[in-house]
């Protein structure tokens, strides 16, 4: 099952790369979903954006980014940041995400994280493939209000380049303080 997953997640970065390169007019909440989701400048050295695009998940507007480490194809972050037209449906996306990517086994202990709105939906884990097998994955899903986060790291054991865990955490404060933000510069919109 991972393996087709991560089969399909590399069809999907090599469609991105594509549409990657198309122009077109985003909405005023699609430049909102764009400025919180995850930039070059958020990431240690030796990124590059891969692809990104927009989509539909579980009923929200999703934009996505791919990096990529270097050339290494097996070191990569995906970062999806989705927006639902109430919060109730958002959380019934949390359950569908959390159905779809958490069902998985060889999970390594004592990492964690937690966000700093203790209220969210969240959850953070990281595994491997196969108990032998170099490759790791990171999986965070988070949802805060009507938005929602989705942030895939992929290691390679093999490559000394991967990302350390304090990176990681890193990341996941700096998407973590943005939704937050986006919350909050909405709510104060409404109520001034």
């Known amino acids: 099952m991972k393996d087709t997953r991560f089969k399909i997640l590399m069809t999907l970065m090599l469609m991105l790369i594509t549409t990657s390169c198309q122009t077109e007019r985003l909405s005023p909440i699609q430049l909102q979903i764009v400025g919180y989701s995850l930039k070059r400048s958020d990431l240690p050295n030796g990124w590059s954006l ?18 990529q480490l270097d050339i290494d194809m097996h070191i990569f972050i995906t970062h999806t940041i989705s927006m639902h037209s109430s919060e109730d449906r958002a959380r019934n996306a949390y359950k569908e995400w959390e159905s779809n990517w958490f069902d998985v086994t060889n999970l390594k202990p004592d990492i964690s994280y937690s966000p700093i709105d203790k209220n969210d939906d969240y959850r953070y884990e990281c595994f491997q493939m196969k108990p032998d097998d170099p490759l790791m994955d990171c999986i ?47 709510s104060s919109k409404t109520n001034p």
């Open 50 to 67: 891969q692809g990104k695009d927009w989509s539909a998940d579980f009923g929200g507007e999703s934009y996505v980014v791919i990096y």
């Open 140 to 186: 965070y899903l988070q949802r805060h209000n009507q938005i929602i986060n989705f942030v895939k790291i992929n290691f390679d054991a093999r490559n000394e380049k991967n990302p350390t865990f304090m990176e990681i955490k890193n990341i996941l404060n700096v998407l973590d303080k943005q939704i937050n933000e986006v919350v909050d510069n909405a």
